[in-house]
Protein backbone atom coordinates (compact mmCIF):
# COMPACT_ATOMS: atom_id res chain seq x y z
CA UNK A 1 0.00 0.00 0.00
CA UNK A 2 1.68 3.31 -1.27
CA UNK A 3 1.13 5.79 1.28
CA UNK A 4 1.37 9.73 0.14
CA UNK A 5 1.89 13.08 2.44
CA UNK A 6 2.63 16.07 1.52
CA UNK A 7 3.39 18.88 3.41
CA UNK A 8 4.72 22.23 3.17
CA UNK A 9 1.77 24.69 1.94
CA UNK A 10 0.51 27.72 3.86
CA UNK A 11 -0.82 31.02 3.08
CA UNK A 12 1.51 33.84 1.18
CA UNK A 13 0.95 37.02 -0.31
CA UNK A 14 1.63 37.65 -3.83
CA UNK A 15 4.97 37.29 -4.75
CA UNK A 16 6.02 35.23 -2.26
CA UNK A 17 7.45 31.43 -2.19
CA UNK A 18 6.89 28.03 -0.18
CA UNK A 19 8.38 24.71 -0.65
CA UNK A 20 6.21 21.75 -0.48
CA UNK A 21 7.56 17.95 0.30
CA UNK A 22 5.98 14.89 -0.43
CA UNK A 23 6.61 11.90 1.55
CA UNK A 24 6.55 8.29 -0.41
CA UNK A 25 6.41 5.18 1.11
CA UNK A 26 5.25 1.70 0.17
CA UNK A 27 6.71 1.69 -3.28
CA UNK A 28 10.34 1.59 -5.17
CA UNK A 29 10.09 5.40 -5.16
CA UNK A 30 13.33 5.91 -7.81
CA UNK A 31 11.74 4.21 -10.71
CA UNK A 32 8.41 6.15 -10.78
CA UNK A 33 7.85 9.37 -12.73
CA UNK A 34 6.72 11.72 -9.84
CA UNK A 35 4.55 14.46 -10.26
CA UNK A 36 2.63 17.61 -8.61
CA UNK A 37 -1.02 17.94 -8.99
CA UNK A 38 -3.29 21.33 -7.88
CA UNK A 39 -6.99 21.09 -7.16
CA UNK A 40 -8.58 24.77 -7.50
CA UNK A 41 -12.43 24.82 -5.71
CA UNK A 42 -14.97 23.76 -8.32
CA UNK A 43 -11.85 22.90 -10.89
CA UNK A 44 -10.46 19.85 -12.14
CA UNK A 45 -7.22 18.49 -10.94
CA UNK A 46 -4.32 19.38 -13.14
CA UNK A 47 -0.79 17.95 -13.54
CA UNK A 48 1.44 20.96 -12.91
CA UNK A 49 4.80 19.49 -13.03
CA UNK A 50 6.68 16.53 -13.28
CA UNK A 51 9.88 14.87 -13.20
CA UNK A 52 11.24 11.30 -14.39
CA UNK A 53 13.42 8.77 -12.43
CA UNK A 54 16.18 9.79 -13.93
CA UNK A 55 15.42 13.88 -13.63
CA UNK A 56 14.25 15.24 -16.71
CA UNK A 57 11.22 17.56 -15.56
CA UNK A 58 8.66 18.93 -17.11
CA UNK A 59 6.28 22.20 -16.33
CA UNK A 60 2.83 23.64 -17.18
CA UNK A 61 2.76 26.83 -18.31
CA UNK A 62 1.14 28.49 -16.03
CA UNK A 63 4.37 27.59 -13.82
CA UNK A 64 6.97 27.28 -15.86
CA UNK A 65 9.82 29.56 -14.97
CA UNK A 66 9.05 30.24 -11.35
CA UNK A 67 8.17 26.03 -9.64
CA UNK A 68 10.97 23.53 -9.81
CA UNK A 69 10.15 20.02 -8.84
CA UNK A 70 13.32 17.75 -7.65
CA UNK A 71 13.15 14.27 -6.05
CA UNK A 72 15.88 13.05 -3.61
CA UNK A 73 15.34 9.31 -4.29
CA UNK A 74 17.98 8.33 -0.70
CA UNK A 75 14.84 10.04 1.35
CA UNK A 76 11.70 8.83 -1.24
CA UNK A 77 10.52 12.90 -1.12
CA UNK A 78 9.61 14.54 -4.59
CA UNK A 79 9.32 18.49 -3.79
CA UNK A 80 7.98 21.81 -5.64
CA UNK A 81 9.59 25.01 -4.93
CA UNK A 82 7.05 28.03 -6.25
CA UNK A 83 8.53 31.05 -6.41
CA UNK A 84 6.52 34.77 -7.57
CA UNK A 85 3.80 32.75 -6.38
CA UNK A 86 0.21 34.66 -7.84
CA UNK A 87 -3.16 34.53 -6.06
CA UNK A 88 -4.13 32.36 -9.55
CA UNK A 89 -2.04 29.25 -7.82
CA UNK A 90 -4.20 29.12 -4.76
CA UNK A 91 -5.19 25.43 -4.69
CA UNK A 92 -5.11 21.87 -2.46
CA UNK A 93 -1.88 20.53 -4.13
CA UNK A 94 -1.50 16.84 -4.38
CA UNK A 95 1.44 14.49 -5.56
CA UNK A 96 1.50 11.38 -7.05
CA UNK A 97 3.13 9.51 -9.64
CA UNK A 98 3.16 11.25 -13.10
CA UNK A 99 0.00 10.12 -15.12
CA UNK A 100 0.99 10.35 -18.24
CA UNK A 101 3.33 7.25 -17.72
CA UNK A 102 1.95 5.23 -14.62
CA UNK A 103 -1.80 4.46 -12.92
CA UNK A 104 -1.92 6.99 -10.22
CA UNK A 105 -1.99 5.89 -6.38
CA UNK A 106 -4.60 6.50 -3.88
CA UNK A 107 -3.96 10.40 -3.34
CA UNK A 108 -2.72 11.59 -0.64
CA UNK A 109 -4.54 14.61 2.20
CA UNK A 110 -2.87 17.22 -0.10
CA UNK A 111 -1.68 20.59 0.83
CA UNK A 112 -3.13 23.82 1.13
CA UNK A 113 -1.88 26.90 -0.90
CA UNK A 114 -3.14 30.00 -0.39
CA UNK A 115 -2.04 33.02 -1.95
CA UNK A 116 -3.27 36.78 -1.34
CA UNK A 117 -2.91 39.79 -3.38
Known amino acids: QVRLVESGGGSVQAGGSLRLSCAVS????????MGWYRQAPGKQRDLVAS???????NYADSVKGRFTISRDNAKNTVYLQMNSLKPEDTAVYFC???????????WGQGTQVTVSS
Open 96 to 106: NRDRDWNPLWS
Open 26 to 33: GSTFRINA
Open 51 to 57: IRSGGST
